[in-house]
């Protein structure tokens, strides 16, 4: 069965610190794609980013960076100099190679940045 | 282009009574996914339109829950006799054609069952 986990659950860190999101998925289909959302206080989500599981790049966009490891079956994302704006909630989530294109979403991670 | 957009923003009913939230997705997307957002966890997949056929209901979406697409534009999403364990945060998202494109979200309902 598809699974996202997301085992960090809140993280805080201060102004200008690099802060790691950790994803790790599980799923039987050899082709599948993964997504990273942000849901700022507001409470829209907004779309990051999505990789095809045979793009195993590194891809940086900013201070926004991201890495696929599918060996280890994990999709972790990196904000660098982190800013107060970036406080969130962020999401990663998986779909599997079917017609529906539903999205597995994990649990979340809370990312607190103080002043 | 607007964005996603949902209707109301908030409701707080009764349980029993019925209510309906609307969609309307990005103009050229094909796509119409709804998702169900309750406190602290990440969004759950209800159902998913391709144009106004729905094609896939969760197990999640019971009896009382209904989704509409006609004309393939708006979607309006209905439940029937409220209970208070439907009080969610009700997300619509809509997406070009393909299965792998990236799903764009409205701000999402928000529903209260006293």
């Known amino acids: 069965a598809q699974k996202v986990t997301q085992a960090q659950t809140e993280i805080s860190v201060v102004e200008k610190e690099d802060v790691t999101l950790d994803c790790v998925y599980e799923?039987?289909?050899?082709?599948?794609?993964l997504f990273w959302y942000k849901q700022p206080p507001s409470g829209e989500l907004v779309f990051l980013i999505r990789?095809?599981?045979?793009?195993?790049q590194n891809e940086i966009s900013g201070r926004y960076s991201w890495n696929f490891q599918k060996s280890t079956s994990s999709f972790n994302f990196t904000i660098t100099a982190s800013q107060v704006v970036d406080s969130a909630v962020y999401f990663c989530?998986?779909?599997?190679?079917?017609?529906?294109?539903?999205?597995?979403f994990g649990q979340g991670t809370t990312l607190q940045v103080k002043p | 282009d607007t964005g996603v957009s949902q209707n109301p923003r908030h409701k707080i009913t009764k349980r029993g009574q019925n209510v309906t939230f609307r969609c309307d997705p990005i103009?050229?997307?094909?796509?119409l996914y709804w998702y169900r957002q309750t406190l602290g966890q990440g969004p759950e997949f209800l159902t998913y339109?391709?144009?106004?056929?729905?094609?896939?209901k969760s197990r999640l979406l019971s009896d009382r829950f209904s989704a509409e697409r006609p004309k393939g534009s708006f979607s309006t999403l209905e439940i029937q006799r409220t209970e208070q364990g439907d009080s969610a945060m009700y997300l619509c998202?809509?997406?070009?054609?393909?299965?792998?494109?990236?799903?764009?979200f409205g701000p999402g309902t928000r529903l209260t069952v006293t």
């Open positions: 998202a809509s997406s070009l054609s393909w299965s792998s494109d990236e799903q764009y």
């Open positions: 799923t039987r289909d050899t082709t599948y794609y």
């Open positions: 990789r095809n599981s045979f793009d195993e």
């Open positions: 989530a998986l779909s599997e190679n079917s017609n529906t294109g539903k999205l597995i």
């Open positions: 103009s050229e997307h094909n796509r």
């Open positions: 339109f391709q144009n106004e056929a729905q094609l896939e």
